[in-house]
């Protein structure tokens, strides 16, 4: 079980590394492939019709598919306890209005005010969201009225300040990231409660939705109709629903943890050998993926990765399959769902991130199956349990990771001028690459600080 969700929040540790990162290199002066495919250096201007993925752009496919893998593994107390749907659905439903107003207060918060004011109002907003996330002990009375204070002097900063274009509150300035998140996790959810004994019902939903989306693209029928409609659009987007591609795929990741994960067999040295060159071959696979497909060497792509994939398998020929039932399937899921993808990249002018096409979602979910996969095989060596264990840590506290650098640490360092050294460092591309990883390793660092004091923020 430990074993299992290590694997887990690694993953989800490793795209909190990578979208910290992202954000907080030197802005402009590396290259290309430093930055979203579709927004290259020096403007940074998006370019829909540019096509290409770079590192940056497995980020959020990673948490996604993370998220969906997490939803077996999180119900499965409400399963055991025989829950109804409409128990799961009440659930599900309020875990996602928590996230929506998670995406609108931690957007909100990060233009409150101009100057001082609005550096302490963002540390404020981060003391306010660690009172209403975290989970104090059951029974104590004292955090339940601190909590009711909190969700007060929320309401109150909500109503009275300007933010940044002095109109006050708006419900359409929001992450927009998490917002996706919290309409994806509900309808996830509760397709996953109603499909957890058919997952090949739960499969068949993504062919229709590739004829709803599809058919969707231009006017004039109900599938547009269906996908331009939101009663509230603040709330709820239908065309957010794309991202099922990736989640669902997810969930059965999930199932698979809980079915398989518990027992870990310790191989001899040839299958140890055989073991470590299957990730090897899979960490290339992963890199070509990422590195070709930006370049746009599509065909020299398909070969390598069709070449990798074989290596993989032809290196786990002799383990015993069921003894390594849990490797075998994501190895052979991200096969499956990474050739797929590549045979849809030249469909919609390429891969692409923004707007995302089925190459992107199918590749990407694939290449989320492989990083397990590689978890898999770095088990069984201290260096990569070691890297496997920093990853996890963070992984564990991911909202934390994911405002404490906006609402927490960037103010605090506008508060004491350190702010300067860090811009000064953005200058240069070496310096503004370590400026990157130096500001990373203070947000997963403090997440980690979090969950390791066990506090953890949760919907």
């Given at each position: 079980?430990?074993?299992?969700?290590?694997?887990?929040?690694?993953?989800?540790?490793?795209?909190?590394?990578?979208?910290?990162?992202?954000?907080?290199?030197?802005?402009?002066?590396?290259?290309?492939?430093?930055?979203?495919?579709?927004?290259?250096?020096?403007?940074?201007?998006?370019?829909?019709?540019?096509?290409?993925?770079?590192?940056?752009?497995?980020?959020?496919?990673?948490?996604?598919?993370?998220?969906?893998?997490?939803?077996?593994?999180?119900?499965?107390?409400?399963?055991?306890?025989?829950?109804?749907?409409?128990?799961i659905a009440r659930l599900a439903a309020r875990r996602s209005l928590l996230l929506v107003f998670?995406?609108?207060?931690?957007?909100?918060?990060?233009?409150?005010?101009?100057?001082?004011?609005?550096?302490?109002?963002?540390?404020?907003?981060?003391?306010?969201?660690?009172?209403?996330?975290?989970?104090?002990?059951?029974?104590?009375?004292?955090?339940?009225?601190?909590?009711?204070?909190?969700?007060?002097?929320?309401?109150?900063?909500?109503?009275?300040?300007?933010?940044?274009?002095?109109?006050?509150?708006?419900?359409?300035?929001?992450?927009?990231?998490?917002?996706?998140?919290?309409?994806?996790?509900?309808?996830?959810?509760?397709?996953?409660?109603?499909?957890?004994?058919?997952?090949?019902?739960?499969?068949?939903?993504?062919?229709?939705?590739?004829?709803?989306?599809?058919?969707?693209?231009?006017?004039?029928?109900?599938?547009?109709?269906?996908?331009?409609?939101?009663?509230?659009?603040?709330?709820?987007?239908?065309?957010?629903?794309?991202?099922?591609?990736?989640?669902?795929?997810?969930?059965?990741?999930?199932?698979?943890?809980?079915?398989?994960?518990?027992?870990?067999?310790?191989?001899?040295?040839?299958?140890?050998?055989?073991?470590?060159?299957?990730?090897?071959?899979?960490?290339?696979?992963?890199?070509?993926?990422?590195?070709?497909?930006?370049?746009?060497?599509?065909?020299?792509?398909?070969?390598?990765?069709?070449?990798?994939?074989?290596?993989?398998?032809?290196?786990?020929?002799?383990?015993?399959?069921?003894?390594?039932?849990?490797?075998?399937?994501?190895?052979?899921?991200?096969?499956?769902?990474?050739?797929?993808?590549?045979?849809?990249?030249?469909?919609?002018?390429?891969?692409?991130?923004?707007?995302?096409?089925?190459?992107?979602?199918?590749?990407?979910?694939?290449?989320?199956?492989?990083?397990?996969?590689?978890?898999?095989?770095?088990?069984?060596?201290?260096?990569?349990?070691?890297?496997?264990?920093?990853?996890?840590?963070?992984?564990?506290?991911?909202?934390?990771?994911?405002?404490?650098?906006?609402?927490?640490?960037?103010?605090?360092?506008?508060?004491?001028?350190?702010?300067?050294?860090?811009?000064?460092?953005?200058?240069?591309?070496?310096?503004?690459?370590?400026?990157?990883?130096?500001?990373?390793?203070?947000?997963?660092?403090?997440?980690?600080?979090?969950?390791?004091?066990?506090?953890?923020?949760?919907?």
């Amino acid at each position: 079980m430990k074993q299992r969700n290590q694997g887990l929040d690694a993953l989800r540790g490793l795209a909190i590394f990578g979208m910290v990162l992202a954000g907080s290199i030197a802005f402009g002066i590396l290259p290309a492939w430093m930055y979203h495919a579709q927004e290259p250096p020096p403007s940074h201007q998006f370019n829909p019709q540019l096509p290409g993925i770079s590192w940056v752009d497995l980020v959020f496919p990673f948490f996604l598919f993370s998220m969906g893998a997490a939803i077996p593994l999180s119900l499965r107390k409400k399963i055991s306890e025989k829950a109804g749907f409409f128990s799961i659905a009440r659930l599900a439903a309020r875990r996602s209005l928590l996230l929506v107003f998670f995406a609108l207060f931690s957007r909100q918060m990060t233009s409150a005010a101009p100057g001082v004011a609005g550096q302490v109002l963002a540390i404020l907003a981060f003391g306010i969201l660690f009172v209403l996330f975290f989970r104090s002990p059951a029974g104590s009375r004292s955090w339940q009225i601190i909590k009711g204070v909190a969700v007060v002097l929320t309401m109150v900063l909500l109503f009275v300040l300007p933010f940044d274009d002095n109109k006050g509150f708006s419900f359409y300035r929001s992450d927009v990231i998490i917002l996706i998140l919290a309409n994806v996790s509900f309808t996830g959810t509760c397709w996953w409660y109603g499909t957890r004994n058919r997952p090949v019902w739960r499969l068949a939903l993504l062919p229709v939705l590739a004829g709803i989306y599809l058919s969707g693209a231009q006017p004039g029928n109900w599938c547009y109709e269906f996908l331009q409609w939101s009663p509230f659009p603040w709330l709820y987007q239908a065309g957010y629903m794309q991202y099922l591609f990736i989640l669902l795929p997810g969930t059965l990741a999930g199932e698979w943890m809980q079915q398989y994960g518990n027992t870990v067999y310790a191989p001899g040295k040839p299958e140890l050998r055989n073991i470590r060159l299957a990730g090897l071959a899979a960490v290339a696979v992963l890199v070509c993926n990422v590195c070709l497909l930006f370049g746009r060497h599509t065909t020299i792509n398909l070969f390598s990765t069709l070449a990798g994939l074989l290596l993989c398998c032809l290196a786990l020929r002799t383990l015993n399959r069921e003894h390594f039932r849990l490797m075998y399937l994501f190895l052979q899921s991200a096969a499956y769902l990474v050739v797929l993808g590549l045979c849809f990249e030249s469909f919609e002018g390429g891969i692409k991130k923004d707007p995302a096409t089925f190459s992107y979602y199918f590749v990407t979910t694939g290449l989320a199956f492989l990083v397990l996969f590689i978890f898999c095989t770095m088990q069984y060596d201290k260096a990569g349990q070691s890297i496997i264990h920093y990853l996890s840590v963070p992984g564990r506290n991911p909202m934390v990771a994911y405002v404490a650098g906006n609402l927490l640490l960037l103010p605090l360092l506008q508060l004491t001028g350190v702010i300067d050294v860090f811009n000064a460092m953005g200058q240069q591309a070496v310096s503004g690459v370590l400026r990157g990883f130096l500001f990373t390793g203070l947000v997963t660092g403090l997440a980690a600080w979090f969950a390791s004091r066990q506090w953890y923020w949760k919907t």
